[in-house]
């Protein structure tokens, strides 16, 4: 099975379908534009589509509505919670300016203070 992501027009996530590999087998190989034809046929020829690895196999992470699809990086980044946090390019996904403490105790981030507080 195959997913793909429907964007909006600022390339926001609006919705993840799965697509069965028999709409984009193309010579023996898995082809994305025939899997967005596919999505287009159901879903509107003016709808836009991205196929999502839910094996992380490519585009970095699994789409999910709220996820933007960020063309330079060919990758989905999921929301920014808190203005302070960084993206990791490497993972496209958003890390602290501060690393989570290393020990057995729960931290929740305090953006007012910019640092983890421990759960109490």
Same mark, same amino acid.
């Given at each position: 099975?195959?997913?793909?992501?429907?964007?909006?027009?600022?390339?926001?996530?609006?919705?993840?379908?799965?697509?069965?590999?028999?709409?984009?087998?193309?010579?023996?190989?898995?082809?994305?534009?025939?899997?967005?034809?596919?999505?287009?046929?159901?879903?509107?020829?003016?709808?836009?589509?991205?196929?999502?690895?839910?094996?992380?196999?490519?585009?970095?992470?699994?789409?999910?509505?709220?996820?933007?699809?960020?063309?330079?990086?060919?990758?989905?980044?999921? =929301?920014?919670?808190?203005?302070?946090?960084?993206?990791?390019?490497?993972?496209?996904?958003?890390?602290? =300016?501060? =690393?989570?403490?290393?020990?057995?105790?729960?931290?929740?981030?305090?953006?007012?203070?910019?640092?983890?507080?421990?759960?109490?």
């Amino acid at each position: 099975m195959a997913h793909f992501a429907q964007l909006d027009d600022s390339n926001i996530v609006i919705q993840v379908i799965v697509v069965h590999n028999n709409e984009l087998m193309l010579d023996g190989q898995e082809n994305e534009i025939k899997g967005i034809i596919f999505c287009k046929s159901l879903y509107g020829e003016n709808t836009k589509w991205k196929q999502t690895s839910y094996n992380l196999n490519f585009r970095k992470n699994f789409a999910a509505p709220g996820y933007t699809y960020d063309e330079s990086r060919d990758a989905f980044v999921p =929301p920014k919670f808190f203005a302070s946090w960084i993206l990791n390019e490497t993972i496209c996904q958003w890390e602290a =300016p501060v =690393p989570y403490p290393i020990d057995d105790k729960i931290y929740n981030w305090d953006e007012d203070l910019g640092n983890w507080i421990e759960v109490l």
